[in-house]
C-alpha cells in the first residue's frame, strides 16, 4: 500500500459553514431548508483551501433524526444544498444519539476515519475546524490538527484545540500560511 498524501480539511456543518439557532446559550440545527443560511465568507474561505490542495469533508452529527425532532430528508437537502453551493467533496453525517453509543458520532472520530478511508486521506496532515468540543475531540482522535470556531457557547469545553480563532475565514488563512511554512 502506498503512502497517503492527500490533505483535507474535515468541516463541521452546523456553526461552521452555516449559522446555527442559538438559544439561552445553546446551538441548535436548523430544522428547515428555508432557515440554512450560510455564514459569511464562508464560500471564498472554502474556495481558497480547494485551491491550496485540500479535499474538503463535511463531518456532522445530526442526532435530531434519531430524536424524531427532524426528518432524514431535510437534512439531506440542506446537505445537497450545500454540495451545491460551495466547493465541497464529500459530506459524512452521523444520525445517532448519544444512547447508540455509534463510532461515528463526535466526539468519536469515526466519520473522519471513514472519510480518510474513503479518500485515501493522510489525517496527521489534515486538519478539522469546529464549534463545539466534540468536534475538537473528534480531531484530536483521529490526530488531526484542530481548530476551534469560538461563539461563546454555553458549554464548557472539554478538549482543547491546537488554536482558537473566529471564523472559517480566519481558518483558511490560518491553515493556508501554517502550510507554507
Known amino acids: 500500500m502506498g503512502k497517503r498524501e492527500v490533505k483535507a480539511v474535515f468541516l463541521d456543518r452546523d456553526g461552521v459553514l452555516i449559522h446555527s439557532l442559538v438559544r439561552n446559550g445553546k446551538p441548535y440545527s436548523p430544522n428547515r431548508l428555508s432557515m440554512m443560511k450560510i ?81 485515501s486521506i493522510d489525517i496527521r496532515k489534515s486538519y478539522l475546524v469546529g464549534d463545539r468540543w466534540r468536534d475538537i475531540e473528534a480531531g484530536r482522535s483521529a490526530g488531526c490538527t484542530t481548530i476551534f470556531i469560538d461563539y461563546g457557547y454555553d458549554e464548557s469545553v472539554q478538549s482543547k484545540a491546537d488554536i482558537t480563532l473566529k471564523s472559517l475565514e480566519e481558518a483558511s488563512q490560518w491553515i493556508i500560511s501554517k502550510e507554507q511554512t
Not at 433524526?65 to 459524512?92: F, H, Y
Open 39 to 119: 455564514i459569511k465568507g464562508v464560500p471564498e474561505a472554502c474556495h481558497r483551501l480547494k485551491k491550496a490542495g485540500f479535499l474538503l469533508i463535511v463531518v456532522t452529527n445530526q442526532p435530531d433524526v434519531a430524536r424524531g425532532k427532524q426528518s432524514l430528508e431535510v437534512v439531506e437537502e440542506m446537505n445537497n444544498r450545500l454540495l451545491s453551493i460551495l466547493p465541497i467533496d464529500d459530506i459524512q453525517a452521523c444520525y445517532h444519539d448519544d444512547v447508540d453509543n455509534c463510532i461515528c458520532r463526535k466526539p468519536k472520530p469515526g466519520l473522519l476515519f471513514n472519510a480518510a478511508i474513503n479518500w
